[in-house]
């Protein structure tokens, strides 16, 4: 079978400046490693375009697979988003459109287990359907682990040990 690269392309959100998103507790101590999903669909499919497009709209909500694992000045592990000029291309997260002469689609993805969990990816897959069929993302996912991972100060003791 022959192989043709159509065309490759880089997806990212424009920020006005680079943004930190720490790694929560959870994220630290998965497994350091990324993982491969295939997605088979057979015709009727959407275009390569459609496709293409609602994966950027769905980037758009989840900012997190369209970063690079680094560490933050403290040393500690983070997701950086925005402008990286001047670093090296870190590949955290690959799709992969794959055509067949009968008309199938496979779609192949990839990510570090940092950046999202099966959870979170599935989510994505989701809301990235919906987009390509032109339905709303609902609910939207939410990003801010601070309100609700961070450890209470003072600690709140509920039970007597």
């Known amino acids: 079978m022959e192989v043709k690269v159509r065309s ?9 400046q680079p943004t930190e998103i720490p790694l929560t507790i ?7 490693i990324h993982i491969a999903i295939l997605y088979a669909f057979t015709p009727p499919t959407s275009s390569n375009v459609a496709i293409i497009v ?11 697979l369209t970063g690079h694992l680094t560490k933050n000045a403290h040393r500690h592990p983070c997701i950086m988003l925005g402008d990286f000029n001047g ?8 799709v992969q459109l794959n055509r067949f002469w ?3 689609l496979v779609i192949g993805v990839t990510s570090h287990h940092h950046v999202a969990n099966g959870q979170s990816m ?4 989701v809301a990235w359907g919906k987009m390509v069929r032109g339905i709303a993302i609902d609910p939207l996912p939410l990003h801010d682990h601070y ?3 961070m450890p209470r100060d003072p600690p709140l003791l509920q039970f007597n040990h």
């Open 54 to 64: 609602g994966l950027s709209n769905t980037l758009h909500h989840f900012p997190t």
């Open 26 to 32: 959870f994220d630290r101590f998965v497994l350091n």
């Open 102 to 104: 009968c008309s199938g």
């Open 8 to 16: 490759s392309r880089i997806l990212t959100i424009p920020m006005s």
């Open 147 to 149: 309100s609700w991972l």
């Open 87 to 94: 670093s090296a291309l870190v590949v955290e997260a690959t």
């Open 122 to 125: 599935s989510s994505f897959f």
